[in-house]
């Protein structure tokens, strides 16, 4: 884990590639980089066939060109996402300033999420269009291509949500500023303090002296008398 304050106290630390490569995190984003080539490649590749009426292609979905054009977007801006934050989180270790760790930590949480709410409505209305779809030489043809774009769009679901959560795991610990002074003191809650040795120039409790003074002081001068009325 990060630790507090988004990790800004480990700012500047070696980057170990082998446990940055078996981090959870990191290889969520490569699951779900991989199922996004899976979704928009097939659309991309064997998407389109020739209508019954004419040479012209149409779209596999229920002839519906904006079912392609949303499974190719959804997949390429997930594609790119997904490389973007890779190269974030090995720069992550760089970031000095906690509110810039905060803001990537919030853009990751904030794009995750949207992404994950996106891909359930992409499965949806592919599988609707999809259902839609009257059998034909070009719907035989390409049946493969469309079910494993919405296929993979459904794991791609689980993928992002399981991203979305280590984010806001991320952001929950990285607030947690009591583990912050907890970590930057160095001392536990309820850890006493040592004192001062005796004979270093500072004395203990144990040999503690009378401020000095105290005993000569007198409260009324010498040679000097109340007087009397």
């Known amino acids: 884990m990060e630790g507090s304050s988004f990790g800004a106290g480990r700012a500047g630390a070696a980057l170990d590639p082998v446990s940055f490569a078996l981090r959870p995190q990191t290889l969520l984003r490569v699951v779900s ?3 996004s080539i899976a979704v928009f490649g097939p659309i991309v590749n064997e998407g389109y066939v020739n209508s019954d009426s004419g040479p012209e292609l149409r779209c596999v979905f229920n002839g519906n060109a904006g079912a392609c054009r949303f499974g190719v ?3 390429l801006g997930a594609f790119l996402a997904c490389a973007a934050f890779l190269l974030l989180d090995v720069r992550f270790q760089q970031i000095s300033s906690v509110r810039d760790r905060r803001r990537a930590v919030l853009l990751d949480l904030g794009f995750s999420g ?5 891909w359930f409505v992409g499965f949806c ?3 609707n269009q999809w259902q839609r779809t009257a ?9 493969d291509a469309a079910r494993a774009a919405i296929a993979f769009s459904f794991f791609s679901i689980l993928s992002w949500v399981a991203l979305t959560v280590k984010a806001l795991q991320r952001f929950r610990l990285g607030t947690d500023m009591s583990l912050f002074a907890t970590e930057q003191l160095g001392t536990g809650a309820g850890q006493a303090y040592p ?3 005796v004979g270093s120039g500072v004395e203990g ?4 002296q009378s401020p000095p003074f105290t005993e000569t002081l007198d409260t009324s001068p010498k040679g000097y008398q109340v007087p009397a009325y």
């Open 125 to 127: 209305f592919l599988t």
């Open 73 to 75: 977007a959804l997949g």
């Open 114 to 118: 949207l992404w994950s709410f996106l």
């Open 195 to 197: 004192g001062y040795p």
């Open 205 to 208: 409790t144990e040999t503690y």
């Open 33 to 35: 980089w991989v199922f």
């Open 135 to 143: 059998p034909g030489p070009g719907t035989t043809q390409a049946g």
